[in-house]
């Protein structure tokens, strides 16, 4: 594995050949005091970056990336507080009276094999928490998160003369399982620290080139249940299945019904997914078994969907069950789950306009919602109004090039997936500076103004 003293004159090389390949970017801000005060950053930035890619820890055993970034944020001057929710990290800064603005980072990698082929690329295996041997990779961008979050907070803790009141910066474990926020905020994330007024966050994106932000009003990333259902049946000869109550076919058949859930039970226009991603039974062709297991994702927006679908579900896994004259009805656990990301509506357009003071017109595009998810939702749901927006990392020449071919650049979660990664560490870095100065300008009253209640959550 490359060190990172090895990788100074590469890191050099390697950033400064992608910066001159996209002129322009941030064009507008580059005489600015905010570009020189994160140009100034942007090295460290950049070696934290390096670092964290090379050394990607799986979900809930991001020991050493915490420290990392307990360490660099302790040495800037913010209070900051280890193990929390178990990896997580929380760092407080007060400047004063004023709002208390929360940004977040993710701190996971994924059990992916990276295939980039970068001089950086991570080679990291590990244990999965079922045993297996597996690659590690910063295949959802969570170093460029990370790298960003800790240049602004460099900036904001170096220029205090620009804001005023309590800037919580905190670090999340588990984001890839949806586990860690939940279990930050069990551990006392909002009764031990401050509860913010605003919370922010953003997520890159290869479908956006890089100096371009996303936003979306209202709900942004679907509500998200991991549904496990066995089917209990009573195994046999498979020459003889009327001795059997065979749990193959009545899952089969559950597969099927609960399909029409969405085109038959759920209003149209209502966005919802069911998806089966796996049916397993039996050992040999021969033998009809006792059990068959299902794994479901559920995703939807609205609260009264997601009730209605989960509800639906159980409901035609058990009348499957007794259609087949099941002796025992299946057991439906629900074992994942975080709620939708809700924008808040008022501070999006507000702070929309913001950003596209300083990042120039035509840098912040509006996006439709998606249905993955993500368990910030669980923020939002504490009651703290919220942002959470894209940030672009496509190579603009590639995005076009695969555009006009009717392809895709590689998807977060993909071995190839490969930001650019100096001008996106720091159009997020002006990004984040830019929306915290805005919001921590005034009193608590003033940021109020920006927000609303969230519909349904």
């Known amino acids: 594995m490359l060190s990172i003293r090895s990788l100074g004159g ?16 941030l064009a507008s801000a580059q005489s600015s005091p905010l570009d020189k005060q994160v140009s100034s950053v942007l090295p460290d ?5 390096l670092d964290l890619h090379q050394h990607p820890e799986l979900s809930s055993h991001e020991t050493r990336t915490a420290a990392e970034l307990a360490n660099r944020l302790r040495t800037l001057g913010y209070e900051v507080t280890e193990h929390v929710g178990g990896t997580g990290v929380v760092a407080i800064l007060k400047n004063g009276a004023g709002p208390t603005v929360m940004l977040r980072t993710e701190l996971d990698g994924l059990p992916v094999e990276e295939k980039t082929g970068l001089p950086y ?5 590990a244990k999965d928490d079922s045993g297996r041997d597996v690659g590690v990779m910063h295949a959802c961008g969570h170093d460029v998160h990370m790298a960003a ?3 602004t907070a460099s900036i904001m803790a170096h220029n205090k003369d620009s804001w005023h009141g309590t800037l919580m910066l905190i670090g999340q474990p588990a984001e890839e399982t949806i586990t860690g926020a939940d279990k930050m905020i069990k551990d006392g994330l909002f009764t031990r620290f401050p509860k913010p007024d605003v919370g922010i966050a953003l997520h890159d994106t290869n479908n956006l080139p890089v100096g371009q932000v996303g936003i979306t009003p209202g709900y942004a990333k679907a509500a998200a249940d991991s549904v496990r259902i066995t089917v209990y049946g009573k195994g046999g000869h498979g020459a003889q299945p009327h001795t059997t109550i065979d749990p193959v ?8 019904t609960v399909q029409s859930i969405i085109s038959r039970e759920i209003k149209p226009g209502d966005a919802a997914v069911i998806t089966i991603g796996y049916i397993q039974a039996g050992t040999k062709n021969n033998i009809i078994p006792d059990d068959a297991q299902m794994g479901f994702t559920v995703r939807s927006f609205k609260p009264e969907v997601r009730q209605h679908l989960l509800a639906s579900i159980e409901r035609i896994a058990k009348g499957e069950a007794m259609a087949a004259g099941a002796e025992k009805m299946p057991l439906v656990e629900k074992y994942e789950s975080t709620g939708a990301v809700y924008n808040d509506p008022v501070l999006t357009k507000h702070l929309a306009a913001t950003l596209e003071g300083v990042l120039g017109k035509g840098s912040v595009v509006t996006e439709d919602p998606i249905m993955t998810s993500e368990d910030y939702a669980y923020f939002v749901e504490q009651g703290v109004p919220s942002f959470y927006f894209t940030l672009g990392v496509a190579d603009p020449q590639k995005l076009a090039d695969a555009k006009a071919a009717g392809k895709q650049l590689p998807s977060n979660h993909s071995p190839l997936f490969a930001p650019v990664a100096e001008p996106s560490i720091k159009t997020g870095m002006t990004a984040e500076v830019t929306i915290l100065r805005d919001l921590l300008k005034g009193t608590p009253a003033d940021v109020k103004k920006f927000t609303q209640p969230a519909a349904g959550n």
Request: hydrophobic fraction near 65%; glycine fraction near 6%; aromatic fraction near 8%.
């Open 10 to 25: 590469l890191r050099i090389a390697v950033f400064s050949v992608l910066l001159i390949s996209l002129p322009g970017i």
């Open 45 to 49: 930035a950049q070696t934290l970056y």
């Open 121 to 125: 690329a991570s080679k990291v295996r």
């Open 149 to 151: 979050l800790f240049g």
């Open 249 to 256: 076919l009545i899952a089969a058949r559950i597969a099927v």
